[in-house]
Every structure is written in C-alpha cells, then in structure tokens.
C-alpha cells in the first residue's frame, strides 16, 4: 500500500507564493506521474497539474504561475504557487500513480488547504 503525505499549505496574500509538497512512501517499484488537483467549496475537483518522464503540463487556470517539481526527497512531487489568486482557494491534493508490489496503483493524499484572501 502506497500513502502519501502532503504539506505546505496555509494562509496567502493575493499576488503571494506557497509551496506544497508530498511524499510517496510504501513499496513502490515505479512512478508514472506525479500530479496535483483541487477541490472548491461547491465545486468538483479539478486537474492543476501533472508531470511524467520529466514532463509537465498543467491547467489554463494555473499556467504560468505554478510549476510542479519532483526531486530533493524519493518520491517526492511539490508545487509551487506563484501570483495566487483568491479563486485559487481550495484543498489540495497530490496523486501519485505507479507501480508497487501489489500491481499498479492510484493514489491519493488527504489533502491540503489553500486559502487566498487579504
């Protein structure tokens, strides 16, 4: 079973920064992608961002002030927060998908609030 656990989040200005990041731990063998997504008050979840094979890509919403890096820590992913915007208030969440010692998997953290807000 793979967990993962996520940190960073908090309390940001309008135009201010937050890092996020998280850590993959268990029996994993292999990393497909790394990725991150959120969930507004009201609203579904939403892709934020995703890299594979040194790869990213990312939403509309977020391109050009956020950018996902892996590295530092095994298995770890981050995202960076740049020029935040209150409609980037949400909870935060990393995904992890890959392979372990019980097959392919698909997870996911317990999240992380992001509240933007003067």
């Known amino acids: 079973q793979v967990q993962l656990v996520e940190s960073g989040g908090g309390l940001a200005q309008p135009g201010g920064s937050l890092r996020l990041s998280c850590v993959a731990s268990?029996?994993?063998?292999?990393?497909?992608?790394m990725g991150w997504y959120r969930q507004a008050p009201g609203k579904e979840r939403e892709f934020v961002g995703i890299t594979s094979d040194g790869i990213a890509r990312y939403a509309d919403s977020v391109t050009g002030r956020f950018t996902i890096s892996t590295g530092n820590a095994k298995n770890s992913v981050y995202l960076q927060m740049n020029r935040l915007k209150p409609e980037d208030t949400a909870v935060y969440y990393c995904?992890?998908?890959?392979?372990?010692?019980?097959?392919?998997?698909?997870?996911w953290g317990q999240g992380t609030q992001v509240t933007v807000s003067s």
């Open positions: 995904n992890v998908q890959g392979a372990g010692s019980s097959g392919d998997f698909d997870s």
């Open positions: 268990g029996s994993i063998f292999s990393i497909y992608a």
